[in-house]
């Protein structure tokens, strides 16, 4: 068994900005050298989410609107009235969604459907520099 981590960072805008980052972690996979395995997709902090999509306009502006739905930005949060900074929908955002994926690593290649991407998704309220951790594990 051998694990294999590494980091990259992402500019992003907040406000439910969506980044697809499936081409990095399909490159990572292959200079693993993991045959078989997982890898894990973990974004550090507490405003930001990783989860799987189609990537295609309609898809992103369906989850963009559902996610309003769920967790406004125009109601109360208490977070915002005890800190002031105005991201309390952000926190709450990303804890519905969370902050890791795993996916299995098959034959030195990612178990993603054929439609199926790995998207980052800022939540806060003013552009940010985000990490996102990779690593895999296997043989």
Do not use: C
């Not at 960072?9 to 292959?30: E, K, P, W």
């Not at 519905?96 to 178990?111: D, E, K, N, Q």
């Amino acid at each position: 068994m051998s694990i294999h981590s590494t980091t990259f960072t992402l500019q992003t805008a907040g406000f439910t900005d969506i980044h697809d980052i499936t081409g990095r972690a399909s490159r990572f996979v292959s200079s693993s050298g993991v045959q078989n395995g997982i890898l894990t997709v973990f974004v550090p902090g507490s405003t930001a989410g990783i989860t799987t999509i189609e990537y295609e306009d309609g898809a992103l502006e369906d989850l963009k609107n559902a996610i309003e739905r769920l967790a406004p930005k125009g109601i109360h949060y208490a977070h915002d009235a005890r800190w002031g900074d105005g991201n309390g929908f952000a926190h709450v955002r990303a804890a519905i969604l969370g902050p890791s994926l795993a996916v299995p690593i098959i034959r030195s290649r990612l178990g993603l459907g054929t439609w199926q991407q790995i998207i980052l998704i800022d939540f806060d309220n003013r552009p940010r520099e985000r990490t996102i951790i990779l690593q895999a594990i296997g043989e």
